[in-house]
Every structure is written in structure tokens, then in C-alpha cells.
């Protein structure tokens, strides 16, 4: 699949996963990378510029394991971003489905 | 790229990042640490991890330029950072319009810091092919009066003489040794910061 393409919907992917719950980081990118073909360590800048534009929060939580891992929130903003992206999504791909199946001339 | 170490990626993922704030540095480098520390709980190698991951390069790049996710795949960065060096005066680059996500102003920064410091790195590569071969010259300078010594003292009356190639040997060695060292220092100083 195309590159750019991948990276455009990987910040719907994870503000979709963070929908779910409080995750982090190794989760988010763990999660992302099994299903899509990228490199998880963009992940990483990412989750930085979407806590820089106020999507989520972060906090320290103790592990059972080892050292405290930083966790991500999805603020009230990060919920509305979350639902305009997969709106956009939803009409995107219903269009592109049109087009494949021959509906849309 | 895929026989790299933790600390290899950690090491280029840092030096890749050297013009941000040494705060935002350390939390960049702190978040690829955990995931290192979590992939290995979870029974991965460090090369495997580092495969997943990708190119520190890349990353390093997409917080560079404050754009997670949206923008460049490393191929291209790779191919834009050696084009910069290739016009005579690069900083023209550093004000090409550019999308630009958040925080443009320090990036700008950076790139011409970087750009400034291939201009410095080129200049002293090109002093390098005189400076060096100078420094040798210098540094066999002693050898040659030792040389001559031998053919000269027997002819020269006093001890004048000899104390006065002595010294002469000494500053020219320490002088082409001086040269040899701050050339190498000035040629290594503007090649890791020009990021090349």
C-alpha cells in the first residue's frame, strides 16, 4: 500500500485506539504495526505532535514489571478530532467503494 | 539497518536530534527506551525491535521537521538532505516554502544551522588537502635538521648552533602536530553537525 496514504490515516488509527482506552506507547505502536505495514517508531513522532495539539494527555503509570510507562488520554478535543477524522474516513471510502464498484460515474 | 543494536538506535536516534532543547531530546530518547524496555518483557530481540521501528533517521527527521506521521518517508529525506549539499550556497534551501505543521521557527533555525555547518564542513575539507600535507611536512622538519646536523656540526663552531635547530625541530613538530590536530577537530565538529 501507498506510503503517504498509510501515514494520512495513522492518526485516525490511533485516536480510534485510544477511544478504546488509556494505552501506551509500545501498545499504540505494537497495535498499529500488526495491522499496517509501517515503521512503528513513526508512531512516536506522532503521538508527540498530537499531544502538542492538545488531542491527549499524558500520564505516568507503574507497571507490574519494571519502570513507570507514560500512558495517553484522549481529551474532549481528541474525542471531537477522533469523530470528524472518521466521518471523513466513512464518506472517503464509501466514495472509493462507489468508484470500484462501478455506482459512481 | 536491521543488525542494529538498542544502543545503536538510541546513539543515531540522539545525534539526529542534536538541535532541539536537551530536555525534549532526553523525553524523545525516554519514549524509544520504553519501548525497548516493553518489546523485551514481551520476549523480542533488539534487532527485531529495531526492524519494527524502522530508520532512526527517519524518526529523528519526523520530530525535526513536527511532522508525526503525515509527511516524508525516509527514501525521500535521505534524497532531499543530499541534495542540500550539492548548490554552492545552500542556505537559499533553508527558506524554500515548506509545509509546515507547528513550531516553524526553530526548524528554520535548524536547517540553516545545519546547512552552515556544511558550508564550514566543505571549507575545511578543502583547507584539509593543503592543511595536511603541511602538518607532515612540519612534523619530518625535525628529522631533516637531525639529518643535516651531522653534516653541519662538525663545520659549525660552538654549541649555538645546535640548541638552535633543537628548537626549531620542537616548534616546527608541535606547530604541524597543532595544525594536524585542530584540522581533524574543526573537519569532525562540522560534519556531525552538519548532520551529513
Not at chain 2, 575545511?124 to 651531522?150: E, Q
Request: hydrophobic share 40%; glycine share 8%; aromatic share 10%.
Amino acid at each position: 500500500m501507498n506510503t503517504q496514504f498509510k501515514k494520512g490515516v495513522l492518526e485516525l488509527c490511533v485516536l480510534s485506539l485510544l477511544k478504546q482506552g488509556d494505552k501506551y506507547g509500545y501498545e499504540l505502536a505494537d497495535s498499529v504495526g500488526k495491522k499496517i505495514d509501517i515503521s512503528e517508531g513513526s508512531i512516536y513522532p506522532l503521538l508527540k505532535r498530537l499531544r502538542a495539539e492538545g488531542y491527549f494527555e499524558v500520564y505516568l503509570k507503574e507497571s507490574p514489571t519494571g519502570p513507570a510507562r507514560k500512558y495517553y488520554r484522549l481529551t474532549s478535543k481528541g474525542v471531537e478530532m477522533q469523530a470528524h477524522l472518521e466521518g471523513e474516513w466513512r464518506e472517503f471510502t464509501q466514495s472509493v467503494s462507489a468508484f470500484i464498484g462501478g455506482d459512481a460515474t | 539497518m536491521t543488525d542494529m543494536t538498542k544502543f545503536e538506535f538510541l546513539q543515531q536516534l540522539y545525534d539526529h536530534l542534536s538541535s532541539l532543547p536537551p530536555s525534549e531530546r532526553d523525553d524523545i530518547v525516554a519514549d524509544f527506551e520504553e519501548h525497548f524496555q516493553v518489546g523485551e518483557e514481551q520476549g523480542k530481540t533488539e534487532e527485531q525491535i529495531c526492524t519494527e521501528l524502522g530508520n532512526p533517521y527517519a524518526c529523528a527527521l519526523q520530530y525535526l521537521r513536527g511532522t508525526g506521521g503525515t509527511n516524508t518517508s525516509a527514501p525521500q529525506a535521505a534524497a532531499q538532505n543530499t541534495a542540500a549539499v550539492q548548490p554552492p550556497y545552500p542556505q537559499k534551501t533553508a527558506a524554500s516554502p515548506r509545509p509546515q505543521n507547528a513550531a516553524p521557527a526553530p526548524h528554520i533555525n535548524e536547517r540553516r544551522n545545519k546547512t552552515l555547518w556544511k558550508v564550514v564542513f566543505f571549507i575545511s575539507l578543502v583547507c584539509a588537502i593543503g592543511a595536511y600535507p603541511a602538518a607532515c611536512g612540519l612534523m619530518l622538519i625535525p628529522l631533516a635538521l637531525i639529518v643535516s646536523a651531522f653534516f653541519l656540526i662538525p663545520a659549525v663552531p660552538g654549541g649555538a648552533m645546535v640548541g638552535f635547530l633543537i628548537s626549531l625541530g620542537v616548534l616546527c613538530f608541535t606547530g604541524g602536530l597543532l595544525l594536524f590536530l585542530v584540522m581533524t577537530w574543526l573537519l569532525r565538529l562540522s560534519f556531525r553537525r552538519s548532520g551529513l
